[in-house]
């Protein structure tokens, strides 16, 4: 499996139940966690392009998305949990 860092910007008006259903799309995907806002790292079988195709079903065509595979690569942070960089420590 590869980890892909996911990233998206929801163009306004944006609702609560927006929100939902991109954050439902991504916690579908194998194994995920959240450093920040709308940041998520998630492990997954599929391509980038999937995992694109798979949350555009549930974005407008006014918000931004962006999908990295992030696997193998080094990392850094600051703030972010120790519940959430012990998961970066075990699947990046």
Same mark, same amino acid.
């Given at each position: 499996?590869?980890?892909?860092?996911?990233?998206?910007?929801?163009?306004?008006? &944006?609702?609560?139940?927006?929100?939902?259903?991109?954050?439902?799309?991504?916690? /579908?995907?194998?194994?995920?966690?959240?450093?920040?806002?709308?940041?998520?790292?998630?492990? /997954?079988?599929?391509?980038? /392009?999937?995992?694109?195709?798979?949350?555009?079903?549930?974005?407008?065509?006014?918000?931004?998305?962006?999908?990295?595979?992030?696997?193998?690569?080094?990392?850094?942070?600051?703030?972010? /949990?120790? &519940?959430?960089?012990?998961?970066?420590?075990?699947?990046?």
């Amino acid at each position: 499996m590869k980890t892909f860092l996911i990233s998206y910007d929801l163009g306004a008006p &944006e609702t609560t139940e927006d929100y939902g259903k991109v954050i439902a799309s991504i916690k /579908s995907l194998d194994d995920w966690a959240k450093p920040l806002y709308s940041v998520w790292l998630v492990k /997954s079988d599929k391509t980038a /392009s999937q995992i694109r195709d798979q949350i555009n079903k549930e974005t407008d065509t006014n918000d931004k998305l962006l999908v990295i595979d992030v696997s193998g690569a080094g990392w850094a942070t600051s703030g972010i /949990s120790n &519940e959430v960089t012990d998961w970066m420590k075990n699947n990046l």
